[in-house]
């Protein structure tokens, strides 16, 4: 059986080795991120630049759709209908209470019945959502063969 004194020393032992384990890897990673500095750097441009244009993309799929009411404008690209609550919470949280199915608004469960009975403090929206295809490049190749 380990003594006191000599656990004290075994954590002293474990937290030295970790410390220095833990600069060796901050130095390996400080190495490899000086010596693929233009990659990252490239590679985070590049984000920023798919971003924008994924952005520009879905505006302007939502505004063909808004124009024609057409959800599949061009291949690719699809628009999906999305509904939104909009609801007083305390008048919800008082149903919820009067129909002795809470003691505090569960949202989740409260927005699931409202779908179901219609509530006459609650108006559920369709709201369009512009999606891209995961795979454009396919989308793309199928559409040259046809």
């Not at 994924?54 to 999305?82: C, S």
């Not at 209470?97 to 559920?124: G, Q």
Request: proline fraction near 2%; glycine fraction near 2%; aromatic fraction near 6%.
């Amino acid at each position: 059986m380990t003594t006191l004194r000599e656990q004290v020393a075994l954590v002293a032992k474990a937290r030295r080795f970790l410390a220095a384990q833990q600069e060796l890897m901050r130095a390996a990673r400080q190495a490899w991120d000086d010596e693929y500095k233009v990659e990252i750097e490239n590679t985070t441009h590049l984000l920023k630049e798919c971003a924008t244009a994924e952005v520009t993309l879905r505006d302007m799929t939502l505004a063909a759709y808004h124009k024609t009411g057409d959800k599949h404008p061009v291949p690719g690209v699809d628009v999906r209908l999305i509904q939104q609550m909009n609801y007083d919470t305390a008048e919800a949280l008082t149903w919820a209470m009067d129909k002795r199915l809470a003691l505090k608004l569960d949202v989740n469960a409260f927005e699931k019945v409202a779908k179901v009975i219609r509530l006459d403090f609650v108006t559920i929206i369709e709201m369009p959502q512009a999606t891209i295809a995961s795979d454009l490049d396919a989308v793309l190749k199928g559409q040259e063969t046809t």
